[in-house]
């Protein structure tokens, strides 16, 4: 009996690398603040070449009603790795700087990687964490604030908690938070920071231009290159890819690959800089098209590219700067067509860029029309790989696999929620062609600052609550029909409540 046991596992062990082997590969990119209009494919008026990002759309499928889940960076990925709206959780609306934390996640919730993880995939995560950590003392207590006092407080020595290594991932290289912009420049490798920051930055030595002012007087290591942090992701996640292909060709992996680029301070590396005839920030996005570009070629180097599925997409919409400064200095509006940027509720904010490739699968060169949240990528990807979800995990999912596949007959999701700058008290829902935010104003920017005033739209509806827009006729959102349409309106009330009673968007699975 114990033999037959033992061939039993065996058999089990062997039939579970074979339909291991059968799973698709997958290289999740995610840009950072990289706006729907910055894109050739999505903006032809744009004025930075993007070559790479446009061959990925040829080859693949281009989402033109995609959105992020926030309008800002840390709930958009709390949201991506786990699929549920970072408001549902204390701390929802959080962005963390410096050594900030504990992590908005769970312990316990299902994430992207640990869901990958329990198919077979080896997984790692390179660049950009940002959704918090816990650093320790000297004495052992959490530091939970992230300003410059409290990173010179950081025990170096410690392990660092609530990472990715601690929710589904294996690897990771990378940074807490904004790599350039925060008080704490410094790399980690694993869970540990191997070389700490051991001096104040010197921003002398740094590039003055309009879209460098958001780069904070931290500490930084000796080994952290403020002009060529993505270079260094780049060369790290090759490095991963490689090293799979090399001990565990079989294997299927999950890399996620989270830029620097384009989030503020615009630092393109130097073989980049002056290139895109649109200013530092053109360039950052042309280094960034570089970059995707390089991975690209390191799936075709590697003879993997038909087995891997390439999504690509944004943790929100434009940074205000870049917009400012690009429209009225360059002609570029990184916006465009939408009302609004980066924390605002309006489309501008969160409607980004999403292009998935699936060779074999999705049709190459073509486009959906069908609205999609970067909340779904778990959903899809757990169908694509046999993967059942539990009943209290990716609430706010839904499956995108007919989408890719060209079988959807009708849309896929009831219903879209966003979240602006101010977390719960800044929701939007989507339904159909109706928009209904639930409060006044961006729910983000203050647009009676000097720089953003001269982008004020007259206010329609100046009493209501809140605002109404039909994106079909009015896609700029000029025209609040809160008062045109109160049994619209309600409606939409009445189902985002709905939706936050009852924890989900999802019809809720039985346990």
């Known amino acids: 009996m114990r033999s037959l046991g033992l061939l039993l596992l065996q058999i089990t062990f062997v039939c579970s690398q074979a339909l291991a082997a059968t799973k698709p590969h997958v290289l999740l990119i995610l840009a950072d603040d990289l706006g729907y209009g910055d894109v050739r494919c999505y903006n032809a008026q744009s004025k930075v070449p993007t070559p790479n990002i446009d061959r990925l759309a040829r080859e693949g499928m281009r989402f033109t009603d995609a959105h992020s889940p926030a309008t800002v960076c840390t709930p958009s990925r709390y949201?991506?790795?786990?699929?549920?709206?970072?408001?549902?959780?204390?701390n929802g609306g959080t962005v963390f700087q410096g050594a900030g934390g504990p992590c908005l996640i769970a312990q316990g919730r299902l994430t992207l990687p640990a869901l990958l993880k329990n198919q077979g995939y080896a997984t790692a995560a390179v660049g950009k964490w940002h959704v918090g950590l816990t650093f320790r003392d000297s004495l052992g207590e959490a530091i939970h604030k992230g300003g410059l006092e409290d990173v010179q407080h950081i025990d170096f020595t410690r392990r660092i908690e609530?990472?990715?290594?601690?929710?589904?991932?294996?690897?990771?290289?990378?940074t807490a938070c904004c790599p350039t912009t925060d008080w704490l420049y410094a790399f980690i490798d694993g869970d540990r920071i191997p070389v700490p920051p051991t001096m104040p930055i010197d921003k002398s030595k740094l590039p003055r231009h309009p879209y460098a002012n958001d780069c904070r007087a931290g500490f930084i290591a000796p080994d952290f290159p403020m002009e060529a942090v993505d270079l260094?992701?780049?060369k790290k996640s090759r490095e991963f890819m490689e090293e799979h292909m090399r001990t565990t060709p079989d294997k299927p992996f999950l890399l996620y690959h989270a830029t620097q680029a384009v989030h503020l301070p615009s630092?393109?590396?130097?073989?980049?800089?002056?290139?895109?005839?649109?200013?530092?920030?053109?360039d950052f996005i042309g280094e960034l098209d570089h970059i995707i570009g390089e991975l690209l070629k390191e799936l075709d180097k590697l003879g993997i590219a038909d087995k891997t599925i390439v999504l690509l997409s944004s943790d929100n919409g434009p940074e205000t700067t870049s917009v400012v400064h690009m429209r009225s200095d360059h002609d570029h509006d990184g916006a465009k067509p939408w009302r609004g940027m980066?924390?605002?509720?309006?489309?501008?904010g969160h409607r980004v860029p999403l292009i998935i490739r699936w060779p074999g699968h999705v049709k190459s060169g073509s486009s959906s029309d069908q609205l999609a949240s970067l909340t779904d990528v778990m959903a899809t990807l757990a169908a694509i790989t046999g993967s059942e979800l539990p009943h209290n995990s990716a609430e706010d999912s839904f499956n995108l696999l007919p989408v890719l596949e060209g079988k959807a007959t009708a849309p896929i999701r009831p219903y879209l929620l966003t979240q602006a700058f101010g977390g719960q008290r800044t929701l939007s829902i989507r339904r159909g062609s109706w928009k209904y935010i639930d409060h006044r104003g961006s729910g983000?920017?203050?647009?009676?600052?000097?720089?953003?005033?001269?982008?004020?739209?007259?206010?329609?509806?100046?009493?209501?609550p809140g605002q109404l827009y039909d994106l079909a006729s009015d896609p700029g959102e000029t025209n609040?029909?809160?008062?045109?349409?109160p049994e619209i309106a309600a409606e939409l009330k009445a189902l985002l409540d709905k939706s936050k009673a009852e924890g989900r968007s999802t019809v809720p699975k039985k346990p």
């Open 79 to 90: 949201s991506l790795m786990t699929g549920q709206m970072a408001f549902r959780v204390p």
């Open 162 to 174: 609530g990472g990715p290594l601690d929710h589904g991932f294996e690897h990771f290289f990378g």
């Open 232 to 234: 260094l992701f780049l």
């Open 267 to 282: 630092f393109a590396a130097p073989d980049f800089q002056h290139k895109t005839q649109a200013g530092p920030h053109g």
């Open 342 to 348: 980066k924390r605002d509720a309006w489309e501008g």
């Open 444 to 464: 983000g920017n203050n647009y009676a600052n000097p720089e953003l005033k001269r982008f004020v739209l007259p206010e329609v509806a100046p009493e209501a």
């Open 480 to 485: 609040n029909l809160y008062f045109k349409h």
